[in-house]
């Protein structure tokens, strides 16, 4: 099997760079195989791409069922444990077991979506980067690997869509 490599493209306007995407899928290369570098956040239906899902809401619940389980742990079992009757108050009291209850199993929901973010996020990333400078001046860079059977296809099919700049990176594949 031949080596893959990384393809950058640059174009002026989101139109291209759509119509880019478009050619590139026509020529065989994946949606996974591709991205998009620009300084404006486009959403994927913009760009013609499949929706991208994202695990951080079933982390989030993960992390509140946790917390809510151990909230429910410390409020109940520790009276249980330990009873300590105080004046006329009951071993389980609920107004104050609720607040308790909310504050931990939120700390839970928290906490697993801050490192749910960092998982999806690839944090730390200590590969070489994929950029242009001009990206940051409004340009947009479709990034594709590509296979060597079809490199001049592609530079040919994207510099007739505008493309102002190709090059193949020295990063590895996506």
């Not at 070489?128 to 690997?145: D, Q, T």
């Not at 059977?149 to 996506?174: D, F, N, S, V, Y």
Request: hydrophobic share 45%.
């Amino acid at each position: 099997m031949s080596e893959e490599t990384v393809h950058l493209a640059l174009f002026t306007d989101i139109d291209p760079a759509t119509k880019a995407i478009d050619k590139l899928r026509e020529l065989g290369i994946k949606d996974k195989d591709m991205s998009i570098i620009s300084s404006m956040p486009y959403s994927d239906r913009m760009l013609g791409r499949p929706m991208t899902w994202t695990q951080v809401p079933k982390l989030a619940l993960i992390g509140f069922g946790i917390g809510f389980v151990i909230s429910l742990l410390l409020n109940f079992g520790t009276p249980l444990q330990y009873p300590i009757r105080v004046g006329n108050m009951p071993y389980l009291p609920i107004p104050t077991t609720l607040v308790l209850t909310f504050e931990i199993s939120m700390l839970g929901l928290l906490g697993f979506t801050f490192l749910g973010v960092i998982w999806e996020s690839a944090f730390p990333s200590f590969g070489p980067k994929i950029y242009h400078p001009e990206i940051s001046n409004g340009r947009i860079a479709v990034v594709f690997n590509c296979p060597p059977e079809i490199h001049t296809q592609a530079h040919e099919a994207l510099a007739a869509l505008g493309a102002e700049w190709m090059h193949r990176t020295e990063a590895k594949p996506l």
